[in-house]
């Protein structure tokens, strides 16, 4: 099992900044990647961003540009700086961990998937 907790969110104004943090307890395995997701009220959970361990990064359309993730393996965090934040970015803000089954370098489709307990953001207009 991963644990993960969430920090940073808060209220904020429209084009103001945030930074989100993420700490992983568990550290047996390699996580894979790491990344966050958002779900607003009445709405589905979205990806907003994600790392992998060699560096790649995925961004919502709708973020880019505006947020920016990052990762420290060795302090088992992920990191998202949010600048120019919109009232639409109002959600709860998850926290993922993935852990990738096989061996290194050999591609798999077998993973599990940890969620951290959410955070706050709520952008004022």
């Known amino acids: 099992q991963v644990q993960l907790v969430e920090s940073g969110g808060g209220l904020v104004q429209a084009g103001g900044s945030l930074g989100l943090s993420c700490a992983a307890s568990e550290t047996r395995f390699i996580i894979n990647a790491m990344g966050w997701y958002r779900q607003a009220s009445g709405n589905e959970r979205e990806l907003v961003a994600t790392?992998?361990?060699?560096?790649?990064?995925t961004y919502a359309d709708s973020v880019k540009g505006r947020f920016t993730i990052s990762r420290d393996n060795s302090e088992r965090t992920v990191y998202l700086q949010m600048n120019n934040l919109k009232s639409e970015d109002t959600a709860v803000y998850y926290c993922?961990?993935?852990?990738?089954?096989?061996?290194?370098?050999?591609?798999?489709?077998?993973?599990?998937?940890?969620w951290g307990q959410g955070t706050q953001v709520t952008v004022s207009s």
């Open positions: 790392i992998t361990t060699d560096g790649t990064t």
């Open positions: 993922n961990a993935r852990i990738v089954w096989g061996l290194v370098g050999v591609p798999s489709d077998k993973y599990t998937d940890y």
